[in-house]
């Protein structure tokens, strides 16, 4: 893992007036894509920015820019960080839906609104960083494994859409099936995936730690 920094003073100076920090954004991925490395985070004016937070930022002008840090991992490394990340964690996503519906069936709705609307996020979640690992695979054979991707992203919206619908009309049996059927059959099938996946050889992976300060050029890295 790799930690850059630029001053905005020094921004200023490479980018044209009425540049916005997207610009720099841009630039930043462009070249790190061609060093096999990827963003994980970027930190501006010394705030951590979570991934839903970058697009309002990016509107920023460079004038309002102090810093900007960020933090740059191996593709392969960043990859395999999240495919094993997600193996570990759809059990427990899985376990979540069986038991919501399970409670569900027994009556116990206190706490239902939040619940479902927490394991749908989890979900939404899952799809987003799943794309995102997409994204950064550019061997054949991994992107073969990974070719049911847009059946699966679509057959797990419809299911979140009809628990939502179920729960908005308050038709808590049909909303215990949708969990315990539906989505987690798409569940089930993101594993099956993953783990054919990892089975091609991504599930390694090496990490190392360095601290730069950058600013050069017109991509600063």
């Known amino acids: 893992m790799e930690k850059f920094k630029v001053l905005g003073e020094e921004l200023r100076g490479h980018y044209q007036p009425g540049a916005l920090l997207q610009d720099v ?56 960080d999240v495919v094993n990340g997600w193996l570990l964690a759809l059990p427990e996503l899985m376990k979540g839906a069986e038991t919501l519906s399970e409670r569900l069936r027994g009556g116990q709705v206190k706490g239902l609104i ?7 996020e989890n979900c939404e979640f899952l799809i987003s960083s799943l794309a995102s690992v997409r994204q950064l695979i550019g061997d054949e054979k991994a992107v073969a494994a990974l070719e049911g991707f847009d059946r699966l992203e679509i057959m797990t919206r419809r299911s979140l859409e009809e628990a939502v619908r179920r729960l908005e009309a308050q038709d808590l ?21 993953l783990l054919q996946f990892r089975e091609m050889g991504a599930g ?10 950058v600013g050069r050029g017109n991509s600063p890295h």
């Open 173 to 193: 049996f049909h909303l215990s099936e949708v969990l315990e059927y539906d989505l987690n059959h798409c569940l089930e099938e993101w594993r099956r995936v």
């Open 25 to 80: 954004f841009s630039d930043i991925e462009e070249e790190l894509r061609r060093e096999e490395l990827v963003v994980c985070q970027y930190i501006v004016n010394g705030m951590a920015l979570a991934e839903k937070e970058e697009a309002r930022f990016a509107s920023l002008p460079l004038s309002e820019i102090e810093s900007l840090e960020y933090v740059a991992e191996k593709s392969q490394t960043l990859l395999n």
């Open 114 to 120: 939040k619940a479902v609307y927490d394991l749908a």
């Open 204 to 213: 390694g992976g090496g990490n190392a730690s360095n601290t730069h300060s």
